[in-house]
Structure formats: C-alpha cells, structure tokens
T-cell receptor, first 116, second 109 residues
Framework: ETGVTQTPRHLVMGMTNKKSLKCEQHLGHNAMYWYKQSAKKPLELMFVYNFKEQTENNSVPSRFSPECPNSSHLFLHLHTLQPEDSALYLC???????????????FGPGTRLTVL | GQNVDQPTEMTATEGAIVQINCTYQTSGFNGLFWYQQHAGEAPTFLSYNVLDGLEEKGRFSSFLSRSKGYSYLLLKELQMKDSASYLCAGMDSNYQLIWGAGTKLIIKP
C-alpha cells in the first residue's frame, strides 16, 4: 500500500462513545498532521507532529487526543464528542515541517465522522 | 489576522477555460499552494508558486502576484473530471498553511 491511508472511512458515534481514528503513511515522511474539514469552511489544522513530537496544538478541545507512536502512524482518540464535531477528519504527511521548494503535504482520504 | 478568500462556487462548460481567483493575507509569505479535491476524496497537490508569474503544467496554470496578495488557477480545455473543489492555501512565515474554504467547480456538458 502506498501514500497515506486512514481508517475507518466512515464513523458514526454517540456523544458518550470513545473511538479512535488511525492514519498511516508509507512515504517515509517526518511530519504528520490532523485537519478538520467542515462544509464550506477552510481546513482547520488541529495537530502537527514532527519526528513523533507534537509541535502544534491549535487550541483543540481536550475531547480530541492525538497520539504518534512513530513517524509512520498517527491516531486521533475521540471521547465525549459533540454533534458540532461532525466533519471530515483528514490526515496528511510531509517530508519536513518546513515545506521548502515544492515539498508538499500528502493527504489521506479522510474519515467522515458523524456524532449523534 | 490571516485569511485566504476564494469564490464558493463556479460553473463552466466542458471544453472551455475557467479562472479561479484567490486573495491572501498572511504573516510573512513562503508560497501559495493549489489543491484539487474530488467529492469524498483526499485533496491532491496541483501547484506551488513562490515567485511572481505564471507556471504552466499541462492544462492547468497557476499565477502569483505577491505585491497584490493574489493568485489564480487557470484550467483549460475543461473536462467533466475537472468537477471538484479547488483549495487555495498561503504559507506564512512559520511554514503554516492558511487555507481558503475552497471553490466548488461545476462543469456542464
């Protein structure tokens, strides 16, 4: 398998549930990202990891908890979510944090999350 | 504050040309990206501009004017498969991407 993969592709959960989103990149990249994409809104950067260390947390509520056990895997643990958290959650990776030249972010297909 | 603006939706005809505009305000500037995103799929990289001018890549071209904080994506010989959302993102001095909300492009036969 190549590129960036995400599982599950679709997830429906109640507000009291606990679930995890998984992202895996097969590109040998050092930086990984979690984004939230809501309809007709810009991509919202949630978390950034570089060499497994978290470098960015954009004031994300604590009900979202990231984990990066190694530079190929990234998780987003979810608990006691709200209906407004329903969105597409995208994972991305890049060679380095500083996208110099034509380095770019490669995205996974996303997890469509619905919170009931 | 930082922001990137682009039209919400555009419609064009198969075989025609369409230009999608983007204006940006970032703290510092390290380049302007365009991505394509088909419904239900991952965004994929289209172009990167850091110097003024036009960069052509097949049917797609991207233009940048740093003094005006302006970019456009030009799509020629439109095909039905070009129906997608096009995301503009400016990179600030911290190498963080500031994203627009995307332009949904509808291609009609």
């Amino acid at each position: 398998e190549t590129g960036v993969t995400q599982t599950p592709r679709h997830l429906v959960m109640g507000m009291t549930n606990k679930k995890s989103l998984k992202c895996e990149q097969h590109l040998g990249h050092n930086a990984m990202y979690w984004y939230k994409q809501s309809a007709k809104k810009p991509l919202e950067l949630m978390f950034v990891y570089n060499f497994k260390e978290q470098t960015e947390n954009n004031s994300v509520p604590s009900r979202f908890s990231p984990e990066c056990p190694n530079s190929s895997h990234l998780f987003l643990h979810l608990h006691t979510l709200q209906p407004e958290d329903s969105a597409l959650y995208l994972c991305a990776s890049s060679q380095d944090l500083e996208l110099a030249g034509r380095d770019t972010q490669y995205f996974g297909p996303g997890t469509r999350l619905t919170v009931l | 504050g930082q922001n990137v603006d682009q039209p919400t939706e555009m419609t064009a005809t198969e075989g025609a040309i369409v230009q999608i505009n983007c204006t940006y305000q970032t703290s510092g500037f390290n380049g302007l990206f365009w991505y394509q995103q088909h419904a239900g799929e991952a965004p994929t990289f289209l172009s990167y501009n850091v110097l003024d001018g036009l960069e052509e890549k097949g049917r797609f071209s991207s233009f940048l004017s740093r003094s005006k904080g302006y970019s456009y994506l030009l799509l020629k010989e439109l095909q039905m498969k070009d129906s997608a959302s096009y995301l503009c993102a400016g990179m600030d001095s911290n190498y963080q991407l500031i994203w627009g909300a995307g332009t949904k492009l509808i291609i009609k036969p």
